[in-house]
């Protein structure tokens, strides 16, 4: 229970309302600062003003203290409150790494940004009576209740734990290699960890060069540690194994347990009771060429209303998963695990067993599906005016593929199209064209970073990068899933149904400062003190569009961004510009949907198997494990996007390639292939005998003797010195000369360095495809 901060000893609080000649009373920014620290489950503006009993103009006081205490980098926003800058959330996903000298558990934030000054902090686990299961120990990852020590003498934190969550003890992931001299050695994966020494009575019938899991088994004092192989996954001289370096290294879950397939297997095919017959409704599914499972469908129609002169009525359906995955189940307590599908160039680790993600959920052309429904009614303007769910029974009446429908539209339609091209594309494109006119007035966040899609051999092997064409059939279902997810949110709230929001906050005041910084060596300029908001940097990407520095400015401020999470407490998506919004149209790849789903058919009463009372108490500790999970996804994702690059060029070493430079830090300059995409790596100590500056406001390397170097967005030829692909690494030489770049004037604020890991887009903020 969070405490109240008590004036000093021998002192009255003074009434906040002041009189005429008195300023009104305001706590000190140290007070403030303590409180927050100590309440980090009620740190929001009027649960401080609440806590030191100010009102009236003392609040406005409040207001500004607390903006000079973010200006100066002592507080952040976190949803709806305020934390110190580093500090850990009220619940958190933990790794247990030993004991204290009582024998108390010591524990470690599972993640911590790789931007962050400071070390990741301590926390020290309490023992609880009520834990249930098994008791946790060292190597355990658990989710846990974090409390703030009210002792300054004492642990800045403890915790208590929730759930021990599956965790993979001391393994290490590498390659079996077979030495000279005879011997055998496990080259890790991760390079900073040393090479192990295998017994070859220990090979468990691995070969060299395969890719193996190895549990040490004693460590000398003087040589290598000694290792057994306890798992063979494969050839690393195959692409398919780089996939599952990732897997293995992030600890994704990948094979299903005999009672959750045996429960999948067990299902049938969900029946009409507490649905509506759609059956009639000419719903039609429009996906990648490549998809394998369904899970929306659209139809549109003008609205008959002569209220409504233009208007639309857009309906969505999604598939039904609640009515198979059931609270408790062997295939929730799985798909709660695994958080979402994961997707790699060569494979998919899906949330659900085939049977029902590709089967029973998947809305198969001219096939009966259960789902759930929406349909959604817009005015000329393409403002929403109303909508209403369902819960049906439908039946999909064509299966398309995006430049399928694009095709139609564009007057080229096939055998498949032709018949349904006046009765239903032109319908839903016609809606799509109201829709856009709402998206157009809303403006949200429109950054032009295209995304890349490595394409693969029949037997897997890199064949090309390509950038896939955006099509509007791209942008017509991406529209009307955000409108789904609206609608969604706005029926949940309106219910008083917990639920599960996905939140992207607005740009923290310090990468707000640095991007101002950088802007202003452009000689453009952004507003300082009003809130931000995203057409301000649609205005800013605008200016730039066409010129040199397009992409360089989109990637800044991409970085500005913060991370999208999934949280139950609202703030809104900053990014989409919209004040609800959760995730309702991927239940079967997103646990967040299917909790979405289950509190929808709670809320409006459309069957037993909605959301429980467990689930509803659950909710922040589901929101950080999914958040985690989803983080855990895009990191394996892009680690074997870059393993998959190293692989292919591994043969070229000593060519030459053109790139752009993608990043900057102290240490060097990493470096994007025009071709590829993949990242490498140029050290600080190879771009020549000038010393180099970091100069963070202009992302560049300047040299002291010349003033030249280099900046980020500058387009450069490189020559290829290493590839390592089971690291995933590639490291290049400057053949590039440096030229002169602009010097800037570094920020005042204690802002955190922005890493490599921020590169990448905010977690599922896309400019493509449905995530959001």
Known sequence: MARRISPPKGKKRPASSASPDREPYLPSRDEILQFIKENPDRAGKRDIAKAFNLKGDARIGLKDVLRDLADDGLVEKRAKRLAVPGSLPSVAVLDITGRDGDGGLIAKPAEWPADHEDRPPTV???????????????????????????????????????????????????????????????EPVERRQAELSVDPTQLNNAKANDLVEVEVTKIGRYGLALAKISQIIGSVASERALSMIAIHEHEIPHVFPDSVTEEADKAKPATMAHREDWRHVPLVTIDPADAKDHDDAVYAEPDTDENNPGGFIATVAIADVAAYVTPGSALDREALKRGNSVYFPDRVVPMLPERISNDLCSLKELVDRPALAVRMTFGANGRKISHTFHRIMMRSHARLSYPQAQAAIDGAPDEKTAPILDSILKPVWAAYTVLKRGRDAREPLELDLPEKKILLTPDGKVDKVVVPARLDAHKLIEEFMIQANVAAAETLERKRQPLIFRIHDAPSLAKQEILREFLRTLDISLARGAELRPNQFNHILKRVEGSEQQELVNQVVLRSQSQAEYNPENIGHFGLNLQKYAHFTSPIRRYADLIVHRALITALG???????HKEEEDLPEIAALI??????????????????????????????????????????????????????????????????????????????????????????????????????????????????????????????????????????????????
């Not at 098994?134 to 209740?145: C, H, I, K, Y």
């Not at 290490?172 to 496990?186: A, S, T």
């Not at 459309?606 to 429980?612: A, E, S, V, Y």
């Open 124 to 186: 020290f686990i309490r023992a609880s009576r009520n834990q249930k299961g098994p008791t946790p120990g060292v190597g355990d990852r658990v989710l846990a209740r974090i409390f703030v020590g009210a002792d300054p003498s004492g642990p800045a934190y403890t915790a208590r734990v929730i759930k021990r969550i599956e965790h993979r003890k001391d393994a290490v992931l590498g390659v079996l290699r077979h030495l000279d001299n005879g011997e055998w050695r496990i």
């Open 606 to 612: 459309l069957g037993p198997d909605g959301i429980t």
């Open 627 to 772: 958040s985690t999970s989803e983080r855990r996804a895009m990191a394996a994702e892009r680690d074997t996007v870059d393993r998959l690059i190293a692989h292919h060029l591994a043969g070229q070493v000593g060519s030459s390639f053109q790139g752009r430079i993608s990043g900057v830090t102290k240490a060097g300059l990493f470096v994007a292939l025009a071709t590829y995409g993949a990242d490498g790596f140029i050290p600080i100590s190879t771009l020549g005998d000038d010393y180099y500056h970091y100069d963070e406001t202009n992302h560049a390397l300047s040299g002291e003797r010349s003033g030249k170097g280099f900046r980020m967005g500058d387009i450069v030829e490189v020559r290829l010195i290493e590839a390592l692909p089971v690291a995933g690494a590639l490291r290049f030489e400057m053949l590039t000369e440096p030229h002169a770049v602009p010097s800037g004037v570094r920020s005042h604020h204690k802002a955190k360095r922005f890493a490599r890991g921020n590169q990448k887009r905010p977690g599922g903020f896309s400019r493509g495809g449905r995530r959001g």
